[in-house]
């Protein structure tokens, strides 16, 4: 049994929607389908829910730019049908979320609580999936496969937590064999908006930028997927960002650490939280370009074997850096959970921790809204905000136990400055440099430890 995943990129328009449902068809054996937004349509959206929560958009303004999505749509679903009478039927599906898409925006626009907003916005934003699931369905269906949406708010089970929503793993599972597993076996293929869950009460969840690969490796660990296929726009994952460095390679195979680690320090082809889940539930994931299907891609599995090396480097813009100073000039007994538990209450997400004998110093993303925070870290310590930074990360396999790596890395420094130093793993050595170096040390870094290594070291397979 095979997932697989269509990001925004691979369903821009009709004719790449046509051509998606023939890598379903292609496809033997059982198959669930999961989809993006159609490529831009979530910041679309977004801007939308934004513009009537806010009252920044006149009644006319927001019409208008409701309409262009609905033309967008319209045109996608004649390009799957034509004339053909199975094109009113699809219309009057997507109509229907339109219709439900002015109701909610009307409901933002009067919304005064904080949380009301949030919920209005999750609404809004998985209005997207909603449709590309409608358009996705009928070319499966003109394919010839007999395909069926299904709300993914009836499978994946969620918190509260609106735009960033936390599934519950062990109703979510049942939820999904319950629903998907008779469509399966009776020879059908379901098709789900990714991206998108719900809480108890049916209240519309989303599970932040990027959550459709979160939701086809739920899917796939709970059905025992062979593979779950993340079908997007580059021919795999890369040993750097082509746009920083200019050979950058193709990694035909990645550990789930590895590749967590890449997610969340810099690139951008799948989701941290999906390889985690794929790696929890022991299913492979295989990163793919939608536009060359003969590519291979890159395979990211728990059980790869190579010769110990760096495979990626890759940077994270607007970075902060926080240094907790205590006092008196020694760390006292508990000093280090003080700290936490006020970041904790704050609910600020760290990256990246280093401690010494006076202090600790951790990394945020900018925009975290460190205030409140480091008002109350100041009643007892002395903090030092840092701000403009960015983070570094050297990813590969054996970086521990390979003589020279680390020495490659702060050779290939240079004189650029570094704030912090991180390395609590083999698989994954961070740093911290002005965002401006960035883009530079990369390219550094690369050179020296990817493009000039020893055949074989570094690489996957």
């Known amino acids: 049994m095979i997932v697989y995943k269509f990001g925004g990129t691979s369903l821009a328009d009709a004719e790449r929607i046509r051509h998606a449902a023939g890598l379903v068809k292609d496809c033997a054996g059982p198959r669930v389908v999961v989809v993006s937004a159609l490529a831009g349509v979530t910041d679309e959206l977004v801007a939308l829910a934004d513009r009537a929560g806010t009252g920044s958009g006149a009644a006319g303004d927001l019409a208008r730019l409701t309409e262009a999505l609905w033309v967008r749509h319209e045109e996608a679903a004649s390009g799957i049908f034509g004339a053909a009478p199975e094109r009113a039927a699809l219309m009057g599906r997507i109509d229907e979320v339109f219709s439900r898409l002015q109701a909610v925006l009307e409901t933002a626009a009067v919304a005064a609580e904080v949380a009301d907003r949030l919920r209005a916005l999750d609404e809004v934003s998985a209005v997207g999936e909603d449709l590309s699931a409608q358009l996705m369905a009928a070319a499966l269906a003109q394919a010839g496969l007999d395909a069926e949406v299904v709300d993914a708010r009836s499978v994946v089970r969620t918190d509260d937590r609106f735009g960033g929503a936390v599934p519950r793993d062990e109703e979510t599972a049942r939820l999904i064999g319950k629903v998907l597993g008779p469509l399966l076996e009776a020879g059908r293929v379901p098709v789900l908006q990714g991206f998108v869950g719900a809480t108890d009460d049916g209240t519309t969840t989303t599970l932040g930028r990027g959550g459709s690969d979160f ?120 000093f280090l959970a003080r700290v936490f538990d006020v970041l904790a209450r704050h609910r600020l997400p760290v990256d990246l921790v280093a401690t010494s004998h006076t202090s600790t110093a951790f990394t945020l993303d900018e925009g975290e809204g460190l205030g409140a925070a480091a008002e109350e870290l100041g009643r007892f310590a002395e903090v030092e905000v840092i701000p403009d930074l960015a983070t570094v990360s050297v990813v590969g396999h054996g970086l521990l136990r390979r003589p020279g790596i680390s020495a490659g890395v702060f050779s290939s420094l240079g004189g650029t400055p570094v704030h912090l130093i991180s390395q609590a793993s083999d698989v994954c050595l961070s740093f911290l440099v002005a965002a401006d170096e960035a883009p530079a040390v990369v390219r550094r870094l690369h050179a020296e430890l990817i493009e000039s290594a020893p055949e074989g070291v570094g690489e996957a397979g």
């Open 215 to 334: 939701t086809a490796a739920i899917i796939g660990a709970a059905l025992g997927a062979e593979e779950v296929g993340i079908w997007t726009d580059v021919d795999g994952v890369l040993s750097a960002e082509p746009g920083h460095v200019g050979e950058a390679r193709v990694l035909s195979e990645l550990g789930y650490e590895e590749a967590v680690e890449l997610a969340y320090f810099g690139a951008k082809v799948i989701h941290p939280a999906a390889a985690k889940h794929a790696a929890a539930g022991d299913v492979s994931l295989r990163v793919r370009n939608s536009g060359r299907p003969d590519s291979e891609g890159t395979l990211i599995r728990h059980d790869v074997r190579r010769v110990a090396g760096v495979a990626a480097v890759a940077f994270k813009p607007s970075v902060t850096l926080v240094k907790v100073r205590s006092r008196p000039m020694f760390m006292a007994y508990g």
